[in-house]
């Protein structure tokens, strides 16, 4: 069956600290990739995407992330994390036929 | 300009209860969504829409059924509510000039409902 895996369910990181939250996603045909993000009281919102070309995506607020094909991940990093980077963050695969499969999530907290 | 808006933001229930969950989009998006969000599990698609008066079966649509009659409005029914249901529910629209839905998706804040 079709899924994403999210390996780290909550992170707790300091300040200035280097972020990488991992994902994996089991599909062998063409996939866009997305990561989300909840911020506490809002929406969930587009944080970067990938469908073709630089395998390497930068987002907003100093997020990017790397699609490596033959290991199926889309990890998340970011080097230096701030206190308003407390969120959940979501892992998607679009698969095709408006199937979008969605991680678990991990939930960071960064201390101030 | 609201973007995506549920009504309402929290509900309880008794098994055997109705309730429809309205969801509202002003983009003008051609297709909407509703998922249910269970604790470690991710979002799962319950029925999508892609077009006014089109609706489809997502990967669990038991116990749900939906209605698009607005291009802007896209509600979620619960005939008779089961504790299986209790959930956090989310309405996305997402516009696409590709085929499939492979736009961004925009999310609404969520209901939570428990039933009990």
């Known amino acids: 069956a079709q899924s994403v895996s999210q390996h780290n369910h909550h992170v707790i990181l300091s300040e200035a600290a280097s972020l990488e939250l991992g994902c994996n996603y089991s599909?062998?045909?063409?996939?866009?990739l997305f990561w989300y993000v909840q911020y506490p009281g809002q929406h969930l919102q587009l944080l970067l995407k990938y469908f073709s070309g630089d395998p390497l995506v930068k987002g907003i607020k100093g997020f990017e992330a790397e699609f490596i094909k033959s290991k199926f991940s889309f990890n998340l990093r970011k080097p230096s994390v701030q206190w308003s980077d407390t969120a959940e963050y979501f892992c998607?695969?679009?698969?095709?036929?408006?199937?979008?499969?969605f991680g678990a999530g991990t939930r960071l907290f960064v201390k101030a | 300009n609201a973007g995506v808006t549920q009504t309402p933001k929290f509900r309880v229930l008794k098994t055997g209860q109705s309730m429809t969950l309205l969801c509202a989009q002003d983009m003008n998006h051609e297709y909407m969504y509703w998922y249910r969000q269970d604790p470690g599990m991710g979002l799962r698609l319950i029925h999508y829409?892609?077009?006014?008066?089109?609706?489809a079966k997502g990967e669990v649509p038991d116990g749900y059924n939906v209605s698009r009659l607005k291009k802007q409005n896209f509600l979620l029914g619960l005939e008779s509510a089961a504790p299986s249901q209790t959930s956090v529910y989310f309405c996305?629209?997402?516009?696409?000039?590709?085929?499939?839905?492979?736009?961004?998706?925009?999310f609404g804040p969520g209901t939570r409902l428990t039933v009990l």
């Open positions: 599909y062998g045909g063409t996939v866009n």
């Open positions: 998607a695969v679009y698969t095709g036929g408006f199937k979008t499969i």
């Open positions: 996305a629209s997402s516009y696409s000039g590709l085929a499939g839905g492979t736009d961004t998706q925009y």
């Open positions: 829409s892609v077009g006014e008066g089109t609706t």
